[in-house]
T-cell receptor, first 115, second 120 residues
């Protein structure tokens, strides 16, 4: 079974609007971390935001926020006020305590910001 | 802070030759480094995990004799693709985690810029 599911292979958003990228995960572990990375066409992986499973507040980092719904096992990324430079691939990832130090990545969502 | 570099950024080689890719943590000590492979339009797939001073742990399906990993110091890990073939052409990305070997799930990994390997 897929550990990380990102159901949107591609998304379009108008510049300056907000967009939500979906991520659902599957784990039986109580202690885990959820991460979002951005990969522009250059290929580098840029860390955006993380949420710990015990964190009660949703994580926020500038224009990025994470809508964490633990009971539904979802960790959606919200980008506010989209910019042209936000066009990239976005990967959701998880690390579980019982599975050591390894990340498991979702298939990714390609976001295109339209002028 | 937390910068990871990779060298080379791209390499083209002939089939049958070996290629070495270096991954360096520039401003922190990385007890653990990870090597990923990413095919076009696909996600990152973990190949192996290396801890400084010990043998790498390879994921299922990854040939350890073909992808040699050496983590000789706390700032350097190398991946050598031996006897490369066209199907090994891919984007190889390393990442590094600072701190103790026992990771907390929320510990962040820092990624290098990647190396694009093309085998002719």
């Amino acid at each position: 079974a897929q550990k990380i599911t990102q159901t949107q292979p591609g998304m379009f958003v108008q510049e300056k609007e907000a967009v939500t990228l979906d991520c659902t995960y599957d784990t039986s572990d109580q202690s885990y971390g959820l991460f979002w990375y951005k990969q522009p066409s250059s290929g580098e992986m840029i860390f955006l935001i993380y949420q710990g499973s015990y964190d009660e507040q949703n994580a926020t980092e500038g224009r990025y926020s994470l809508n964490f719904q633990k009971a539904r096992k979802s960790a959606n990324l919200v980008i506010s006020a989209s910019q042209l430079g936000d066009s990239a691939m976005y990967f959701c990832a998880m690390r579980e305590r019982n599975y050591g130090q390894n990340f498991v990545f979702g298939p990714g969502t390609r976001l295109s910001v339209l002028p | 802070g937390a910068v990871v570099s990779q060298h080379p950024s791209w390499v083209i080689c002939k089939s049958g030759t070996s290629v070495k890719i270096e991954c360096r943590s520039l401003d922190f000590q990385a007890t653990t480094m990870f090597w990923y492979r990413q095919f076009p339009k696909q996600s990152l797939m973990l190949m192996a995990t290396s801890n400084e001073g010990s043998k790498a742990t390879y994921e299922q399906g990854v040939e350890k004799d073909k992808f040699l990993i050496n983590h000789a110091s706390l700032t350097l890990s190398t991946l050598t693709v031996t006897s490369a073939h066209p199907e090994d052409s891919s984007f190889y990305i390393c990442s590094a985690r600072m701190g103790l070997a026992s990771a907390h799930p929320t510990d962040t990994q820092y990624f290098g810029p990647g190396t694009r390997l093309t085998v002719l």
